[in-house]
């Protein structure tokens, strides 16, 4: 099995901030990694696709990048609603998600 | 606009199964696969597995081997994921989910899940 990991798993910021998320494979994946964003109470929503492809509707401030092994989420400038759990997820072999990573506001 | 809508909360006892429905709706159902995912109470996202609506084809996570069937019904756009032998740490919410393409099993739209509490 592939093991996902990220850091942090808590991340404080402010609206406005950079802010940067890394994922980790436990091996080589290419880039058949997926980032979602997860809120309470809804269903996770699809942010990223093949590492660096932004699924539509997504708001442009948010991007990714990596391959292989090492992956980043990047949002450019903090929204309010970008509070959340973010989940990396690997699917070059079935599938397999990291452990998330929650941002707060500081 | 592309709707996967699952069946209602659910409360079990340890041993029994739960069956829980996912109907498409917004697209043509046999043209991309349907997983199913769930989430434990503070815990993170846990893929269970994968069947192509296409041919019924199915994958399942190793964990959930020998428990859990996944099936459709292409008559009415409904899968189907029925989880047998349940234990209190099933508790969770599980949801359907789309893949986004061929390339399967990332998920581009989701059920609004399913509570399934398993209690004596």
């Known amino acids: 099995d592939i093991q996902m990991t990220q850091s942090p798993s808590t991340l404080s910021a402010s609206v406005g901030d950079r802010v940067t998320i890394t994922c980790r494979a436990s091996?080589?994946?290419?880039?058949?990694l997926a980032w979602y964003q997860h809120k309470p109470g809804t269903a996770p929503k699809l942010l990223i696709y093949r590492a660096s492809r932004l699924e539509s509707g997504v708001p442009s401030r948010f991007s990714g990048s990596g391959s292989g092994t090492e992956f980043t989420l990047t949002i450019s400038s903090l929204q309010p609603d970008d509070f959340a759990t973010y989940y990396c997820q690997q699917y070059d072999r079935y599938a397999s998600f990291g452990p998330g990573t929650k941002l707060e506001i500081k | 606009q592309v709707q996967l809508v699952q069946s209602g909360s659910e409360v079990q006892r340890p041993g029994a199964s739960v069956k829980v429905s996912c109907k498409a709706s917004?697209?043509?159902?046999?043209?991309?696969?349907i997983n199913w995912v769930r989430q434990a109470p503070g815990q993170g996202l846990e893929w269970m597995g994968w069947?192509?609506?296409?041919?019924?084809?199915?994958i399942y996570a190793q964990k959930f081997q020998g428990r859990v069937t996944l099936t459709t019904d292409t008559s009415t756009n409904t899968a189907y994921m029925d989880l047998r032998s349940l234990k209190s740490d099933d508790t969770a919410m599980y949801y359907c989910a789309r893949d986004r393409d061929s390339s399967g099993y990332h998920f581009d739209n989701w059920g609004q899940g399913t509570l399934v509490t398993v209690s004596s």
């Open positions: 917004g697209y043509t159902f046999s043209s991309h696969a």
């Open positions: 091996q080589r994946i290419s880039t058949w």
């Open positions: 069947i192509s609506v296409f041919n019924g084809n199915t």
